[in-house]
């Protein structure tokens, strides 16, 4: 009889039935050597770029905010319960007042306190005026157990760029294109750099930290904006520190990558799925070379490719449980053996699932 | 109780072609890939028939009433015609019963796939308190080893004295006579597999079209090159039965995950209570994503098979095709393939002609015709 090949996945799958446990019961033995938590143990969830699309009315694009309801229904349903959620950035998809009160509605239903990073479609229609008098401010640090963390507001770009529409709309639309030779990179910016070297200065080098930013904080494929132009001056304020991670949304897919002392991960979209561009850029690029592909999603379904994450710390370094709808959930930690983040099956090339290259 | 027996002796007094035990032929397999058969439980006819003769045995229950023919009845394609199975003292479960036709073919057994194979679902019925009702398996191994004819079938089937006989053999026969209950020809597989193009009418043949396109149907409902189960063997929410559960989630979640860690039958707590049923494959796998998802059931012999869903609450073929083209009952985690179709009433009709030209020759005559 035929199998279709997610089936044989699946019972593949059963080998990992810890997976099905609640998370918290599933415990890093793989020979990490992992070395005992310095702070109080603790879970948060992560949920980015959900891109609700305002058709007219109260009319929305289905699809987008169905993402999003089932990332909402299935936080509030964790067992044990995440301390709490941090939203990534890109909620809307044009900045429009319509998508980001609409996104606080869906949001509204989510139990536990959430923690807002801010991303370049919810930013560039008003420059985050709306964000900062509704939602939350585009930069702040907090601390929870023994961990501190930074949000930083990473899609600022070069005041004359800002400065050059005619309308607001005209801006937003420019910045959201991809591959747009009109478009500009995404930076920091030198005041917020002030303010994080303030920020960071009363901490010892030995207090783990958290920086959670809507875009990579370091290069990967500029005309997509999967970059941030001053990345090298952020990643040099956190050299002195012994573990750091960035929390990054905006790609949309199963990234991970360490630089130095810091460990990066990108976090799942409940929108859409984007391929890691590598995938067909066919002129010699210094895009970082991609070791373990995304599982290969099936269009049919249009949640499979999107999801959302749960974090730990309970190694000392963060554990990212990437929850992949309708395919396999995948789980990065970092290796204390190797100083890199591993996945804890699909880094093993025989067991991937052979990703699609053409299109 | 009378009218129940008497039903039943009509049935045995004119045997149909549906209610004889024979291995599959050629024929009745056109459109379907071979049977699939444990390696531990071969399947022979001996074994097949002792299986139907203990599917119809009345006495494995706690009051001698219920047989697994009670809910499977071969006389109306091996369901019940209700929406949710009544067992022992007219209770009622949760679930509509599937027909056992093709159940062979099936990765995973009963609606949430608890169970991975015939021989382990058939099991269950039998100590499940709404169904045959009984505490352990130990009375049906006592009237197996007792019963002469049985010892007979036995010894045929298995090579066994009845000291010898275990649960596990009750088990491997009514599995293998569920093997034998396999059907493909029908005129859909005569169309598309038989070469014969007159085999559908114009409209089962624009239902076909609108199956494979408008109506995304396939994506679940699996057509191959050369066979057609009409099943993905996976688990899809479609909103149905979602809506007696959604705003209480946070709380009926909890009390099953603590009920399952103390080690709590689930297949009695799955009919037994309402709210834990419609949890679905997440009873199964603990899954958040798993809530209420429902195995995808094969369509072949679905005009017989009436009512529909997984807890019978759709009555007729063309409620069901109003149901998905409205993309099915909006809920968080509705399936990411289920969306409005838009079908006009013309597409609809044809869908429905197609659907009913997956009846097998072998159970044409049997079954709840909508």
Redesign the interface.
Known sequence: ????R??FLKHLGAASAAA???FSLVEVAWGLGSKPAEHESFTFAYISDSHLTHIKGTRFT??FD?GL??A???V????PKPDFVIYGGDLAQLGKREELDHGLELLSGL?PPLKWVIGEHDFYLDMGEYWQDKISPLYYSFDHKGVHFVVLNSILTHEAWINQWTTPMERMLNMARLDNPRGSPFMVGERQLRWLREDLAKYDDSIPIVILSHSPLYKIFKPWNFWTDDAEKVQKLLRRFSRVTVLHGHVHQVLYNQIGNITFYAMMATAWPWPYPVSYVQKPNQVPKLTVFMNRADP?????GTGWDILDMDSGAITNHY?L??NENRTVAFDFKLKHPVDLKFQNPDKRIPPQLHY | MKIRCFITLISIAVPLAANEVKLPDAQALLGL??V?VPADNPLTLEKARLGRKLFEDRRFSADGTISCAHCHKPERAFQDGLPVSEGISGQKGTRNAPTVINAA?F?TQFWDGRRKTLEAQSKDPFINPIEHGLKDHQPIVDIVRRDQGYQRDFKQAFGIPPSQITIDHVAQAIASFERTVVAGDSPFDRYQFGGDKNALSPSAIRGLAVFRGKG?CV?CH?I?ST?ALFT???FHNLGVGFGRIETR??EI??TF?KAKQANQDIDEAILTQAEISELGRFAV?????D?GGFKTSTLRNIALTAPYMHDGSLKTLEEVVDFYDRGGFDN??????I?PLRLTAEEKADLVSFLKSLTSQRFATTGVQP
């Open positions: 009889m035929s199998i279709d997610r089936t099905t446990l609640p289905s699809n169905r309801r089932k909402v229904m299935e509030n349903l964790l067992d139990r049919f379904h249009s949640r499979d929850q709808w309708l | 890939p071979p699939p073919y990765t995304r994506s699996v191959e066979t993905d063997n996976r989630l946070a979640i909890p995950r796998t603990g899954e958040v994503e809530i968080p985690m509705l399936d990411s393939g969306r």
